[in-house]
């Protein structure tokens, strides 16, 4: 007779490692609002993608909606976004609508795992595999191990690209930097987010998706800080529509198969 406090661990354990990519065509890291669009449109392309979320709970900066009230505004005319995730927005007739932000958290990524996307939650990315001069994985480990700082050598996945939806800390984009190379921006380096300004800002996270570095992609609020941008709020037209437009670019650069 099977034991099953040990056939649960083992079940575990298969199932964890039979999901679990090594070679991806593409990570992101984050599982913000950007980053989940941008995996949903990428694998929905027939792409093998994974998001690296260091949290347990998926969402990043959708949950708090605007200063813990659980509603976010977005621009009218991200609705094709919101029903290809069949999220509903309340319209006020002036250009914005307003989002439940369970809702929204929730059926990001929710449509992104019914498009093949892989979760990859509780595990960090803390380093890159550069070679040539070009990003070639990732390096991660538990979020568990830098929360009890402990001193735990990580392991490394392969993928052709990465986005950066880490959002207003752009931490791959830091790491970058933190091993003597440099961003395509006008310094090299982080320009650094600039005060809110929402019509500005809204544009600017989607006009400025670029590949930073070669194979490495920003996408969300992490645009606004490595390209200097305006900051704007609970507003989150504009993170939805940069993954979006990170998914196309990214998608335009991956060989065809
Ligand atoms: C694994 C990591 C790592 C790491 C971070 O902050 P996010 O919600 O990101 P975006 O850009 O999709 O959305 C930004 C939005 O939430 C926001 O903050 C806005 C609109 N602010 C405007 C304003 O004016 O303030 O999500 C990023 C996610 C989080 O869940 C992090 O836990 C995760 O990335 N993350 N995961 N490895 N090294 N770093």
């Known amino acids: 007779m099977k034991e099953i406090e040990v056939e649960t661990t083992k079940r575990i354990m298969q199932r964890f490692w039979q999901d679990f990519p090594l070679d991806l065509d593409v990570a992101v890291i984050g599982a913000g609002p950007s980053g989940m669009v941008a995996a949903k449109y990428i694998a929905q392309a027939g792409k093998k993608v994974g998001i690296f979320e260091r949290d347990l709970s998926i969402g990043g900066g959708i949950w708090g909606g605007g200063m813990l009230f659980p509603v976010i505004v977005v621009q009218d005319d991200v609705h094709p976004i919101l029903r290809d995730f069949d999220i509903e927005g309340r319209a006020a007739g002036d250009g914005y609508c307003t989002l439940n932000a369970v809702e929204f958290a929730t059926k990001l990524g929710s449509k992104a795992i019914d498009s093949g996307v892989k979760f990859l939650n509780g595990i960090e990315v803390e380093d890159l595999i550069i070679k040539n001069d070009r990003v070639s994985g990732v390096v991660i480990n538990w979020s568990a191990v830098s929360a009890a700082k402990l001193h735990v050598d990580p392991l490394g996945i392969k993928t052709k690209t990465v986005i950066d939806a880490t959002g207003h800390p752009c931490e791959v984009c830091k790491m970058i930097l933190k091993r003597r190379h440099k961003l395509a921006t006008k310094s090299g ?4 987010e600039r005060a809110m300004d929402v019509e500005n800002a809204e544009k600017f996270v989607v006009n400025n998706v670029k590949e930073v570095y070669p194979n490495l992609w920003v996408a969300g609020m992490a645009v606004s800080a490595v390209f200097g941008g305006p900051r704007m709020g609970p ?3 504009g993170m939805i529509s940069s993954g979006k437009r990170a998914a196309e ?4 650069r991956l060989p065809k198969e």
């Open 189 to 192: 380096g982080i320009e650094g």
């Open 249 to 252: 670019e990214v998608l335009k």
């Open 235 to 237: 507003i989150f037209g």
